[in-house]
């Protein structure tokens, strides 16, 4: 609801920043039975991998 107020031109950037913290979130929030650290790996990994290609 709160992204309604933005400008329309930065809409999706908003989301796709939202989008990367909640997954690091959930990472520690969540994902209990999992091997946190090799997620944050894997997740650190796929951002920089990301970076590297500017891909969204």
Known sequence: M??????SSIRQDI???YGFV???D??????HD???EELFVKF???LNQQ???KSV
């Open 2 to 7: 709160a992204t309604k107020m933005l400008a």
């Open 15 to 17: 989301y796709n920043i």
């Open 22 to 24: 909640r997954l690091a």
């Open 26 to 31: 959930e990472i520690v929030d969540s994902f």
């Open 34 to 36: 999992y091997p946190k």
């Open 44 to 46: 650190e990994s796929d």
């Open 51 to 53: 970076s590297k290609t």
